[in-house]
């Protein structure tokens, strides 16, 4: 099916930035190079986020194409695994990417290094600088 990630706010708005290092991702999800996994509570943190640094109207279309692109995955979390104690707020990506089976969370928030201390269950971050080397820009 191709490679799933959870998408922390943090690293949304490095690639939604047009003049951003990282704005060619959004591309390839777009052409749909990856796959976006999403819950309620991600999808309202982006919009109030987004509403914040960008626009009303940016936040509005960015859930338009997220929430209509054939490479997402809406997942709703049954269960709280509350993983990250130092920022519990973070926890909705966790649980987000349990349920999703999300090969990465990709992230450039320290809090989530308190993941490599969880044996079970195992969930992999990595930054954005790292998961563009995995997706990296075309040629």
Wanted: proline content about 3%; some cysteine.
């Amino acid at each position: 099916m191709g490679l799933k990630i959870v998408l922390d706010t943090n690293c949304l708005l490095q690639i939604m930035g047009a003049n951003t290092k990282y704005h060619y991702l959004f591309d390839k999800f777009l052409h749909n190079e990856f796959i976006l996994c999403i819950s309620t509570d991600i999808l309202l943190e982006y919009e109030e986020i987004l509403k914040q640094k960008a626009s009303i109207t940016a936040a509005d279309l960015f859930i338009k194409v997220i929430s209509y692109s054939s490479n997402m995955i809406r997942k709703e979390p049954f269960y709280k695994f509350n993983l990250i104690q130092k920022d519990n707020d973070d926890n909705k990506f966790v649980d987000c990417a349990i349920v999703s089976q999300a090969d990465y969370i990709v992230t450039n928030d320290n809090h989530f290094k308190e993941l490599q201390d969880t044996p079970f269950p195992k969930i992999e971050t990595i930054n954005l600088e790292e998961f563009s080397k995995i997706v990296p820009k075309s040629s």
